[in-house]
Each structure stands twice: as structure tokens, then as C-alpha cells.
């Protein structure tokens, strides 16, 4: 295989597999659940633009993050460093199941007895943000655009790979979110517990792989 199809295809794999454990959608989706209630329509208009927003927030982060954080004199192997111990953190609070119940009660009561309209308004907080795609998903996006090469091709190639690989991140939540009512009944309670405990543990070693990859660029060890 060509080695720049390899790149694009390992990096196109790569976004999904390290955002998807991050955001856990499957944790989120009582929150969207409770806000539609059982209007399959709005989950549906809401679900889309949920992952509208959720693919732009993605995106900019990957492509803008780095740029931004130089303004401020904060170096890549530090972004890293600081992401992986967010995600580190994420991922140790799923695993010992304490989760935001002040947040997803608020997000659930400020939806009752407000008309579609604003429903779908209101989509971006606090569904996407800071249920969705939240600090620990924005530190990753950034860690992951931080590794687009600056040669043209392969620049050309990684924003490819950010578009396409938010994309099929987007794709994944609207599917979960617009079934989110069908996917809770089928997993019941143990069931969504025990794919939270699953996602968390893989999010630990996402974590601790984005750590050591800052840890190792600071010191100039190669692996």
C-alpha cells in the first residue's frame, strides 16, 4: 500500500477511535432522551443538529487549536501532556461511576415545556457543549490536529483526515442520539453500565498514550 494512503487511512481510524470513548455518547444519551421525551421528530432534528455542532467544534479545534495555543506560548508536548491527564481524569470518573447528575438534571428540566423551536435553539448547551463534546474532546481534537504534518501533501491529506474522521464522529452520535430512546430500552440499565465501564477503561489507555506521547516529545525520546 502507498505509504500516504496508509497515513490517511491510519489517521482517518485514529479520530473515531480516540473521540468516540472520550465523548461516550451512550453516557449522554438519557440527557437527549429526557429532553425530547418521546417525539421521535424532534429527536431526530435535534440529533442532527447536535452533530452539526458537534463536527464543527471538532474540526476548528483540530485545525485552529494549535495555532491558538501558540499565541500563547504553549508548546505541543504540553497540550498533550495536559489533554492526556483531562482524559485521564474523564476516564477515571466513569470508571468509578461518579458522574454529573447536577448537570444532566438541569439540561432535563430546562427542557420541559419549552416549544420545538427552542429546543432545537438550545441545542448547543448544554447537549453539545459540555455534555458532547466537552474540555476533555476538545484537548484531544487539538493533540490530534497537532500530529497534521506541514508538508503540503500531507497538510492537504490531514485536513482530509479531520473532516472525514469528525464526520464519521458526528455520524455515530446522530445515530445514537436519534435512537436514543430504542438504544436505552434495548441496553436497559445494566447494560448501558457495563458499555460505559467498557468505553471508560479504553478512554484510561487513550489517556495515558496521549501523556506518554507529550512526555516522550518534551524529553526527545523516539518510539
Known sequence: MDPLISWFVHGLLLVPVTLLPIINPLST??????????????AKRLAR???INAWFVMVVSML?????????????????????????????????????????ALAAEEAVALPDAEIVQRSFFPITFPLTTGPGTIAASIALGAKIPH???KYVL??????????????????????????????????????????????????????????????????
Open 29 to 42: 444519551a438519557p440527557v437527549f432522551a429526557a429532553t425530547v421525551g418521546s417525539n421521535r421528530d424532534m
Open 49 to 51: 443538529q447536535v452533530a
Open 64 to 104: 485552529i487549536g494549535t495555532y491558538v495555543l501558540a499565541l500563547f506560548g504553549i508548546s505541543l508536548p504540553v497540550v498533550r501532556i495536559g489533554g492526556g491527564l483531562l482524559v485521564v481524569a474523564t476516564a477515571w470518573q466513569m470508571l468509578h461511576h461518579v458522574e454529573d447528575e447536577d448537570m444532566h
Open 151 to 153: 508538508e503540503p501533501v
Open 158 to 223: 490531514g485536513v482530509l483526515v479531520a473532516v472525514c474522521g469528525a464526520a464519521i464522529v458526528s455520524l455515530a452520535l446522530y445515530l445514537i442520539f436519534r435512537h436514543s430512546i430504542a438504544v436505552l430500552a434495548w441496553l436497559g440499565r445494566i447494560g448501558t453500565l457495563v458499555m460505559i465501564r467498557l468505553m471508560a477503561f479504553i478512554l484510561l489507555c487513550i489517556g495515558i498514550e496521549i501523556m506518554w506521547t507529550g512526555w516522550a516529545e518534551l524529553n526527545g525520546i523516539s518510539y
